[in-house]
């Protein structure tokens, strides 16, 4: 094989055995717990069947030795020899981590080392008796031509890396290389992978005397290994994620041009012109929807990792709990998924050690021992929901508001006036923690407050809700793409700002009377309750205030910025505006309206952090 085909299989062997090896960690952990599960027994097989053969043909020697040890026990546990317990899970689950490791080896290029003879030893499916060597019998030869089926392939697996002692480098078999005239086509070469490797389906037994059947050289195989395996045609194409991008900035760009003909056609364009923006306006928008639509994954490609670190740390602390997930299927776009997976981690955690009580506990409470945690994704119009909930304690407001002033995070008299769906949103303060001890896992008072603001870096919000004695729910909803930005364009003076439109509530006008301080800040009374203001023309150092209220909702925080018109939705492509303005709090960039004018995009996050500098000195009207 030439350097760049050698290359481009290894990076499809990379993606394709990546993607199994992320499944396995859901699949071993609920292996676990129905260990008499032949369908996921059998899946987990062909998980480590698979990444065995891609490796194998690679010559990755450990990965293969790692993998045939681990499919061995799982093929006893598949004959009823064997039942899987906490230790040979603890053994399959300790080699996916090196399985883990072992793939970020060969994807930096460099050198693996064999597997420890202790793992090896304890994916043995019983204690190892006395072996007296024999050397396998000799067997004829393969007749030159003839492509060697999956039982051969086997045998020859097992004559290399079974009899080897744990930790031994066993011999390298290098492929043949393919004569000068021998190129072969996609299918051809998918054949011969199926012929050599199998496609991970049942396994056959290998016969009793091991046989080394000698590779055949390639120009031979196509045709009969053709004839065996019917491949089907491929109807998926694996595309760089740097030429989507690209794809999806074009895409954007288009969006720009049709905003600004729309408007030239509403203002002062012919007929003629007006058919053909409409035309162009159909055309951008289902162009737009395909390419967000080929930027979406399945939010089950993030929930994957989850079961692992809940079952560890469930160990760790005690306990015995159950992660259930739902709305696997939920697409949520590329970028949000690794963005979203430290968020989640962290409510994992606080579920965990605050809300599900020790199984002692739960029994004496008439519970069961077994603890539930849910994991959910859903879909609400622009918007992804994600929620965690728990069975467990749930929240006293009364401790939540003793614990603030205790830590100086709130004093008495603002603690007093807390609603009690504000004592919940105290989690999410800086140093507040209810944990008596300070462990690996909580009590230095990180975590919620990290949480709540990377989910408002990604335009996002959380709510919580508790009963004490039933369980919590933290839910978590953030914009269903960040490719293109739905705004709220208002004006303050001359200056037009662009509001994320996923983060606005409502807009009303303040009436006399309805403004006034309370504790040295301005806020509106609306729908019953004190809405903090914003003045956005003061932080544009605009000499007026506006009248128009625009209600934002920032991580778990509401605030009622003020504008001097509010104009209408619009979707736009946010441009960076350099270093010059990279300290500058409240702005994430800029973008062109459809009038051909300059946009502020805001950055509410960002807002909501700086506005105490100027919201005291907003003054009541009238």
Same mark, same amino acid.
């Given at each position: 094989?030439?350097?760049?085909?050698?290359?481009?299989?290894?990076?499809?062997?990379?993606?394709?055995?990546?993607?199994?090896?992320?499944?396995?960690?859901?699949?071993?952990?609920?292996?676990?717990?129905?260990?008499?599960?032949?369908?996921?027994?059998?899946?987990?097989?062909?998980?480590?069947?698979?990444?065995?053969?891609?490796?194998?043909?690679?010559?990755?020697?450990?990965?293969?030795?790692?993998?045939?040890?681990?499919?061995?026990?799982?093929?006893?546990?598949?004959?009823?020899?064997?039942?899987?317990?906490?230790?040979?899970?603890?053994?399959?689950?300790?080699?996916?981590?090196?399985?883990?490791?072992?793939?970020?080896?060969?994807?930096?290029?460099?050198?693996?080392?064999?597997?420890?003879?202790?793992?090896?030893?304890?994916?043995?499916?019983?204690?190892?008796?006395?072996?007296?060597?024999?050397?396998?019998?000799?067997?004829?030869?393969?007749?030159?031509?003839?492509?060697?089926?999956?039982?051969?392939?086997?045998?020859?697996?097992?004559? @290399?890396?079974?009899?080897?002692?744990?930790?031994?480098?066993?011999?390298?078999?290098?492929?043949?290389?393919?004569?000068?005239?021998?190129?072969?086509?996609?299918?051809?070469?998918?054949?011969?992978?199926?012929?050599?490797?199998?496609?991970?389906?049942?396994?056959?037994?290998?016969?009793?005397?091991?046989?080394?059947?000698?590779?055949?050289?390639?120009?031979?195989?196509?045709?009969?290994?053709?004839?065996?395996?019917?491949?089907?045609?491929?109807?998926?194409?694996?595309?760089?994620?740097?030429?989507?991008?690209?794809?999806?900035?074009?895409?954007?760009?288009?969006?720009?041009?049709?905003?600004?003909?729309?408007?030239?056609?509403?203002?002062?364009?012919?007929?003629?012109?007006?058919?053909?923006?409409?035309?162009?306006?159909?055309?951008?928008?289902?162009?737009?929807?395909?390419?967000? $639509?080929?930027?979406?994954?399945?939010?089950?490609?993030?929930?994957?990792?989850?079961?692992?670190?809940?079952?560890?740390?469930?160990?760790?602390?005690?306990?015995?709990?159950?992660?259930?997930?739902?709305?696997?299927?939920?697409?949520?776009?590329?970028?949000?998924?690794?963005?979203?997976?430290?968020?989640?981690?962290?409510?994992?955690?606080?579920?965990?050690?605050?809300?599900?009580?020790?199984?002692?506990?739960?029994?004496?409470? $008439?519970?069961?021992?077994?603890?539930?945690?849910?994991?959910?994704?859903?879909?609400?119009?622009?918007?992804?929901? *994600?929620?965690?909930?728990?069975?467990?304690?749930?929240?006293?407001?009364?401790?939540?508001?003793?614990?603030?002033?205790?830590?100086?995070? *709130?004093?008495?008299?603002?603690?007093?006036?807390?609603?009690?769906?504000?004592?919940?949103?105290? *989690?999410?303060?800086?140093?507040?923690?209810?944990?008596?001890?300070?462990?690996? *896992?909580?009590?230095?008072?990180?975590? @919620?407050?990290?949480?709540?603001?990377?989910?408002?870096?990604?335009?996002?919000?959380?709510?919580?809700?508790?009963?004490?004695?039933?369980?919590?729910?933290?839910?978590?909803?953030?914009?269903?793409?960040?490719?293109?930005?739905?705004?709220?364009?208002?004006?303050?003076?001359?200056?037009?700002?662009?509001?994320?439109?996923?983060?606005?509530?409502?807009?009303?006008?303040?009436?006399?009377?309805?403004?006034?301080?309370?504790?040295?800040?301005?806020?509106?009374?609306?729908?019953?309750?004190?809405?903090?203001?914003?003045?956005?023309?003061?932080?544009?150092?605009?000499?007026?205030?506006?009248?128009?209220?625009?209600?934002?909702?920032?991580?778990?925080?509401?605030?009622?910025?003020?504008?001097?018109?509010?104009?209408?939705?619009?979707?736009?492509?946010?441009?960076?505006?350099?270093?010059?303005?990279?300290?500058?709090?409240?702005?994430?960039?800029?973008?062109?309206?459809?009038?051909?004018?300059?946009?502020?995009? @805001?950055?509410?996050?960002?807002?909501?952090?700086?506005?105490?500098?100027?919201?005291?000195?907003?003054?009541?009207?009238?």
């Amino acid at each position: 094989m030439n350097a760049e085909f050698d290359l481009e299989l290894r990076q499809d062997f990379l993606v394709e055995a990546g993607e199994l090896l992320q499944r396995l960690g859901e699949q071993l952990v609920g292996l676990e717990t129905a260990p008499g599960d032949s369908e996921l027994l059998n899946a987990v097989f062909r998980a480590f069947h698979t990444v065995k053969g891609g490796a194998g043909f690679l010559a990755l020697d450990p990965m293969v030795v790692l993998c045939h040890h681990a499919e061995d026990l799982l093929n006893e546990a598949r004959n009823g020899n064997v039942v899987l317990g906490t230790g040979h899970m603890d053994a399959l689950l300790e080699a996916l981590d090196l399985l883990n490791d072992m793939m970020a080896a060969v994807s930096a290029d460099a050198p693996l080392s064999m597997p420890p003879a202790a793992l090896l030893t304890s994916l043995l499916p019983r204690a190892p008796a006395p072996v007296t060597a024999v050397m396998p019998t000799p067997a004829a030869p393969a007749a030159e031509g003839a492509a060697i089926d999956d039982s051969e392939f086997e045998a020859l697996l097992d004559s @290399m890396y079974g009899t080897a002692a744990p930790g031994s480098m066993p011999p390298v078999v290098p492929p043949a290389a393919p004569s000068a005239n021998s190129g072969i086509d996609d299918d051809e070469f998918e054949a011969l992978l199926d012929a050599l490797h199998g496609k991970g389906g049942q396994p056959v037994a290998a016969p009793t005397a091991p046989v080394a059947t000698a590779a055949p050289a390639p120009e031979n195989v196509p045709a009969a290994a053709a004839a065996r395996h019917a491949v089907p045609v491929e109807n998926t194409v694996r595309v760089d994620t740097a030429r989507l991008d690209v794809l999806v900035n074009h895409a954007g760009e288009l969006v720009l041009v049709r905003n600004r003909l729309l408007s030239l056609a509403a203002r002062d364009g012919s007929e003629a012109l007006v058919a053909a923006a409409g035309e162009l306006d159909r055309i951008a928008d289902a162009l737009q929807t395909a390419v967000m $639509g080929m930027r979406m994954q399945p939010v089950g490609r993030l929930f994957q990792r989850f079961p692992r670190i809940v079952r560890d740390l469930a160990r760790q602390l005690g306990k015995d709990v159950e992660l259930v997930l739902e709305g696997e299927g939920t697409d949520l776009d590329r970028s949000l998924v690794e963005a979203l997976a430290d968020p989640l981690i962290h409510l994992l955690r606080n579920a965990l050690d605050h809300g599900v009580e020790m199984p002692a506990e739960r029994e004496l409470g $008439g519970k069961p021992r077994k603890g539930r945690i849910c994991l959910s994704a859903s879909q609400r119009g622009e918007r992804i929901v *994600i929620s965690v909930s728990d069975d467990g304690r749930g929240m006293d407001p009364e401790v939540l508001r003793r614990k603030a002033v205790e830590k100086g995070v *709130i004093d008495p008299a603002h603690a007093a006036r807390l609603t009690e769906s504000e004592c919940y949103e105290l *989690i999410f303060r800086p140093g507040f923690s209810t944990a008596a001890t300070v462990s690996d *896992i909580s009590g230095r008072g990180v975590g @919620m407050d990290v949480v709540k603001t990377r989910v408002a870096e990604l335009g996002g919000t959380l709510q919580v809700h508790s009963r004490r004695g039933h369980g919590s729910e933290l839910e978590l909803t953030v914009p269903l793409t960040l490719a293109v930005l739905r705004v709220l364009m208002v004006r303050v003076e001359a200056r037009l700002l662009a509001l994320p439109l996923s983060n606005v509530e409502e807009v009303f006008e303040l009436v006399d009377g309805q403004d006034r301080l309370l504790d040295g800040r301005l806020v509106a009374q609306h729908r019953g309750r004190a809405l903090p203001l914003a003045d956005l023309g003061g932080w544009t150092g605009a000499s007026g205030t506006g009248r128009h209220v625009v209600v934002v909702h920032i991580g778990h925080q509401r605030l009622g910025c003020l504008v001097h018109e509010v104009l209408g939705r619009e979707d736009v492509i946010v441009k960076p505006l350099g270093p010059l303005f990279a300290d500058v709090s409240g702005i994430a960039g800029a973008t062109v309206t459809g009038d051909g004018r300059l946009a502020l995009v @805001m950055d509410l996050a960002g807002l909501a952090g700086g506005a105490g500098q100027w919201l005291t000195s907003l003054q009541p009207a009238g």
